[in-house]
T-cell receptor, first 113, second 116 residues
Framework: GAGVSQSPRYKVAKRGQDVALRCDPISGHVSLFWYQQALGQGPEFLTYFQNEAQLDKSGLPSDRFFAERPEGSVSTLKIQRTQQEDSAVYLC???????????FGPGTRLTVL | AQKITQTQPGMFVQEKEAVTLDCTYDTSDPSYGLFWYKQPSSGEMIFLIYQGSYDQQNATEGRYSLNFQKARKSANLVISASQLGDSAMYFCAMRGRIQGAQKLVFGQGTRLTINP
């Protein structure tokens, strides 16, 4: 596709459930980023991949959060045992290289009940 | 650490007027990049404009220009001849060259409403 795509667009989970959020970056983009955006706030960095290597995971809020990009293309952000405070929009972005412009997907809105 | 401050939670402007959205930043990196993104109600972050800290001229992209004042650490976005479709959230962001070299640090955003 022409842009970054994310699925699902909306996810409702019961507290304690595991969820998996998918990101398809722009074809050929080496770098991939995940951000978390709470209601009324700016996005906050979670983690960064260059190809399949996770080079920075300093923003992951707890060990319940896990991200992977096994073949250097599609990435999955997994949240285990979801909590209400995990409710947010999860944005994925990709760039041609690490210092290039980051292009964002439409986000996945996660609601934990 | 890097920090972005956007002091205007909301702005209301008449259609066709120019509008300036404020952004100040703080960083110890000698080299950095500044970005503006637009986020309409659909949720996608749309890249608008980029300014490098060593760029000699202020960046411009169509109706968007960035008023970069390095000594004051400000990077205000100017939208000329505003249109109804400009109504959205606007985020200022920065990326350092050394600290957290790849990630973007965002401000709180400004909600811009264009009135007909």
């Amino acid at each position: 596709g022409a842009g970054v795509s994310q699925s699902p667009r909306y996810k409702v989970a019961k507290r304690g459930q595991d969820v998996a959020l998918r990101c398809d970056p722009i074809s050929g983009h080496v770098s991939l980023f995940w951000y978390q955006q709470a209601l009324g706030q700016g996005p906050e960095f979670l983690t960064y991949f260059q190809n399949e290597a996770q080079l920075d995971k300093s923003g992951l809020p707890s060990d319940r959060f896990f991200a992977e990009r096994p073949e250097g293309s599609v990435s999955t952000l997994k949240i285990q045992r979801t909590q209400q405070e995990d409710s947010a929009v999860y944005l994925c972005a990709s760039s041609l290289a690490s210092r290039e412009i980051q292009f964002f997907g439409p986000g996945t809105r996660l609601t934990v009940l | 650490a890097q920090k972005i401050t956007q002091t205007q939670p909301g702005m209301f402007v008449q259609e066709k007027e120019a509008v300036t959205l404020d952004c100040t930043y703080d960083t110890s990196d000698p080299s950095y990049g500044l970005f503006w993104y637009k986020q309409p109600s659909s949720g996608e972050m749309i890249f608008l404009i980029y300014q490098g800290s060593y760029d000699q001229q202020n960046a411009t992209e169509g109706r968007y220009s960035l008023n970069f004042q390095k000594a004051r650490k400000s990077a205000n976005l100017v939208i000329s001849a505003s249109q109804l479709g400009d109504s959205a959230m606007y985020f200022c962001a920065m990326r350092g060259r050394i600290q957290g070299a790849q990630k973007l640090v965002f401000g709180q955003g400004t909600r811009l409403t264009i009135n007909p």
